[in-house]
């Protein structure tokens, strides 16, 4: 098998490997032609990038904190930024994006496009098919989790708890966070780059959950709520974040969504037997 065809076939395995554990996380079926077109536009925005290093293409500074800078700004910032245009044309417009799940899932189509992209670029680099190994189990996820702080912004953008700031700084956190990873790994601390690997995992796994848990196509729901003690508005017991105000100031007790009767945790209220869950 020419090295070409292994390129063409390999550098799909891991995107699809994460696309398909993301989607399994959705809380609506896939909506397939946005999906697509959002993991194409991410492909795409490759090209993005490179044309930004052919306009300008600045050497690697030798000094390590302006390393880390350059990382975070000409890496990492105009990878995320190439990432998130191609959400915002592939995806922003539609009907069918309005909550934070949208951004996240929508992130993370582009996300793995570009990776796709950028894992096909790598073997025909090295010649060296061998070379997936080790980024379908990191750096593949690692752009998910990156696109996925930005992405699930653009979600509260368009639920309209969120303004285009809040974007912005997630968007400079992707950065940072992508620049920090990179910048660990050619400073020769494999470890270093495993925990900024960790720690995007967590951050993305919270921000899966959060989507998931306040998504308004969500077929199953828990009633049992909590009020919150910033705005007084109840939640589900299941939420992290208050719908109402964002914040995480939950009041210990649980209630029954129906009768309002604070019950312990369990299958039925124990005031008016409403199922919790």
Not at 93 to 104: M, N
Not at 151 to 170: C, D, I, P
Not at 204 to 227: I, P
Not at 228 to 248: A, F, I, V
Request: with cysteine.
């Amino acid at each position: 098998m020419s090295l070409l065809v292994q390129a063409l076939v390999l550098s799909w395995l891991p995107g699809l490997f994460w696309l398909t554990y993301v989607e399994s996380r959705s809380p609506q079926p896939v909506i397939w032609s946005r999906l697509l077109l959002t993991f194409l536009g991410g492909g795409l925005s490759v090209f993005g990038v490179e044309l930004f290093h052919r306009l300008y293409d600045p050497a690697q500074p030798d000094n390590a904190f302006a390393s880390l800078v350059f990382f975070c700004v000409i890496v990492g910032g105009v990878e995320e930024s190439c990432k998130m245009l191609a959400v915002l044309v592939a995806a922003w417009p539609r009907r069918d994006f309005r909550e934070a799940w949208d951004g996240v899932g929508c992130a993370s189509a582009s996300a793995l496009g570009f990776a796709t992209a950028e894992n096909f670029h790598y073997v025909l680099t090295f010649e060296d098919s061998s070379v997936l190994l080790s980024r379908s189990l990191s750096a593949t996820f690692a752009h998910v989790a990156m696109s996925g702080i930005w992405g699930f912004a653009l979600g509260l953008r368009k639920q309209k708890q969120a303004g285009w700031g809040t974007v912005a700084e997630a968007l400079v956190w992707a950065a940072i966070f992508h620049g920090l990873y990179d910048w660990c790994l050619t400073q020769g601390w494999p470890w270093a780059a495993l925990l900024v690997f960790a720690g995007l995992a967590l951050i993305f796994r919270q921000r899966l959950q959060e989507s998931y848990f306040t998504s308004s196509r969500r077929q199953t729901w828990s009633q049992a709520v909590r009020e919150c003690r910033s705005c007084r508005g109840l939640g589900r017991s299941e939420y992290q974040y208050c719908p109402q105000c964002g914040e995480q100031n939950w009041d210990s007790k649980v209630l029954c969504l129906h009768c309002l009767q604070e019950c312990e945790m369990g299958e039925r209220c124990p005031h008016c037997q409403r199922g919790l869950v």
